[in-house]
């Protein structure tokens, strides 16, 4: 429990409230999260699920120590080939193999190439219990716009919150999404108005259905903005950055948890590989040699 | 001449054995052949000679090369097998680094480094000592031994004034 304080204060606020009476509280709750619905729910479902996400990768689930708070939204950023979406694929599918439903939302490669890239690595979907948990959705930005139309003929301000952002297929719930990429969305998007509201509206969405979210963006190799505007990782629990570092002639990747909301996480950058037949393999203890300038 | 090397060895943990230019190759296989005959889980890590030259050296010289477990940072990759791991380049500090850390928690007894002078002809000096002074503190945890090889005309640098702080003996041959 490595609690911050502001933490500790909230979960004391808790107890009070709850000593009172628990249900009223439940009611307030819910009022307020039809009112505001990211102030208040976010720390009491921390206080309530305490459940965790791992990633099934071994040094990258000990950088996060208890794994990610579920119903999260943690942005994956990083530049070209830095292994976002190796990294966000091992993970849906060792959730997939644990029984979880998963969803990944491309924007940039088809279903096929992602799962004969997924087969590579020796992760093939076939091999899961439930075939039917792992969803690959091919999305163009042409649909988002769509989408977004639809949504603002719709919308008159916060009702805009009832419309499913990301088109999740119907009828299929799943525990985790990841959205391939956060960037290719962004420019579907003229006005920066609309993508602001529109993305609010996304972490609001995923947040109210209790989604655990990896959204990956595209940034630059060392990143000091982690999103497109850089309002998205503020609304996002939690930010991992993926680098590829170039020294000379060769490049290193790196990793690092910038950021996770509501619990403990190492605080440093540390050396990655992609390793052919296996798949993403993180070293906590190893840091990397060669300036991450 | 042996002899030295050998109780060089037995005594300390982590050595450095400077050797001149003239006659490097036929003084590390020296070292090489004394270290064989103590231990039998070697690691090799070269950024000198290929792979596959050192193979038919070891063969050449009697050397059980089955003792020799080889990180390869001069091919500039191929495929890893049980005796050989393949790094880009010796410029890949931090993957040398991982898979000599890897070997640390398996059988080997002992780790050659060929050589510090390579090394500083790829990375600058302070990113050099750094890679040194990490990879033997955690020789030194896991208690195994370091050989490092480095050329004698390089002993003013300031790196090897710099590893003179973390090694334990430096032995002129
Ligand atoms: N089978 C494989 N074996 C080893 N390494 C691989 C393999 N496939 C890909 N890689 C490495 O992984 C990197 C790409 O990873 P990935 O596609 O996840 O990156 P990304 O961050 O999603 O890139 P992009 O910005 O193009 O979407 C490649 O640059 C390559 O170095
Ligand atoms: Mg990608």
């Given at each position: 429990m490595v609690a911050p304080p502001r933490h500790a204060k909230v979960k004391k606020g808790m107890k009070k409230r709850a000593a009172t009476s628990r249900t009223s509280m439940k009611t307030r709750v819910r009022?307020?999260?039809?009112?505001?619905?990211?102030?208040?729910?976010?720390?009491?479902?921390?206080?309530?699920?305490?459940?965790?996400?791992?990633?099934?990768?071994?040094?990258?689930?000990?950088?996060?120590?208890?794994?990610?708070?579920?119903?999260?939204?943690?942005?994956?950023?990083?530049?070209?080939?830095?292994?976002?979406?190796?990294?966000?694929?091992?993970?849906?599918?060792?959730?997939?193999?644990?029984?979880?439903?998963?969803?990944?939302?491309?924007?940039?490669?088809?279903?096929?190439?992602?799962?004969?890239?997924?087969?590579?690595?020796?992760?093939?979907?076939?091999?899961?219990?439930?075939?039917?948990?792992?969803?690959v959705k091919m999305c163009s930005i042409y649909d988002i716009t769509r989408l977004l139309e639809a949504m603002m003929a719709k919308a008159e301000g916060d009702l805009m919150i009832d419309i499913n952002p990301i088109m999740i297929p119907k009828g299929f719930k799943p525990d985790i999404v990841v959205i391939d990429s956060v960037t290719a969305i962004a420019s579907a998007f003229q006005g920066k108005d609309t993508y602001r509201s529109y993305i609010e509206n996304l972490f609001r969405y995923l947040q109210r259905e209790g989604v655990t979210s990896f959204m990956i963006t595209e940034t630059e190799e060392v990143p000091t903005v982690f999103s497109p505007t850089g309002v998205e990782e503020f609304l996002a629990d939690g930010v991992i950055v993926l680098y590829s570092l170039r020294k000379g002639d060769i490049r290193q990747n790196a990793i690092e948890v910038l950021k996770l909301r509501g619990a403990s996480h190492m605080k440093k950058v540390v050396a990655m590989r992609v390793v052919s037949g296996v798949g993403i393999e993180v070293y906590p203890e190893q840091e990397v040699f060669g300036d991450i300038k | 001449?042996?002899?030295?090397?050998?109780?060089?060895?037995?005594?300390?943990?982590?050595?450095?054995?400077?050797?001149?230019?003239?006659?490097?190759?036929?003084?590390?296989?020296?070292?090489?052949?004394?270290?064989?005959n103590k231990h039998d889980n070697i690691c090799y890590v070269t950024l000198n000679r290929p792979y596959q030259?050192?193979?038919?050296d070891?063969?050449?010289?009697?050397?059980?090369?089955?003792?020799?477990?080889?990180?390869?940072?001069?091919?500039?990759?191929?495929?890893?097998?049980?005796?050989?791991?393949?790094?880009?380049?010796?410029?890949?500090?931090?993957?040398?680094?991982?898979?000599?850390?890897?070997?640390?928690?398996?059988?080997?007894?002992?780790?050659?480094?060929?050589?510090?002078?390579?090394?500083?002809?790829?990375?600058?000096?302070?990113?050099?000592?750094?890679?040194?002074?990490?990879?033997?503190?955690?020789?030194?945890?896991?208690?195994?031994?370091c050989i490092f090889m480095s050329l004698k005309e390089d002993s003013g640098t300031d790196m090897m004034k710099d590893i003179n702080m973390f090694v334990d003996k430096i032995v002129p041959y």
């Open positions: 009022k307020i999260t039809k009112r505001r619905p990211r102030s208040v729910p976010k720390n009491f479902q921390k206080k309530k699920i305490q459940e965790y996400v791992k990633t099934g990768i071994e040094g990258l689930d000990q950088l996060l120590d208890k794994g990610i708070p579920r119903g999260s939204s943690v942005i994956i950023a990083g530049g070209a080939g830095s292994g976002k979406t190796i990294m966000c694929l091992q993970t849906i599918y060792n959730a997939a193999k644990d029984g979880k439903k998963v969803l990944y939302m491309s924007f940039e490669e088809t279903e096929e190439r992602l799962l004969d890239h997924m087969k590579a690595f020796g992760w093939d979907v076939a091999k899961l219990p439930n075939r039917k948990d792992f969803v | 001449m042996p002899s030295k090397i050998l109780s060089a060895i037995r005594e300390n943990q982590i050595i450095v054995f400077e050797i001149s230019k003239k006659n490097y190759i036929e003084k590390t296989y020296e070292i090489i052949a004394e270290v064989s030259t050192m193979l038919k070891f063969a050449a010289k009697k050397i059980d090369s089955g003792k020799f477990t080889f990180i390869d940072a001069v091919s500039g990759g191929g495929k890893n097998s049980p005796g050989v791991i393949f790094v880009q380049s010796p410029k890949s500090l931090t993957d040398i680094s991982i898979d000599m850390s890897n070997l640390l928690g398996k059988k080997t007894e002992s780790f050659i480094f060929d050589s510090l002078s390579t090394l500083l002809i790829y990375s600058d000096s302070m990113t050099s000592i750094k890679f040194v002074h990490s990879i033997v503190s955690k020789i030194r945890a896991a208690s195994k031994k």
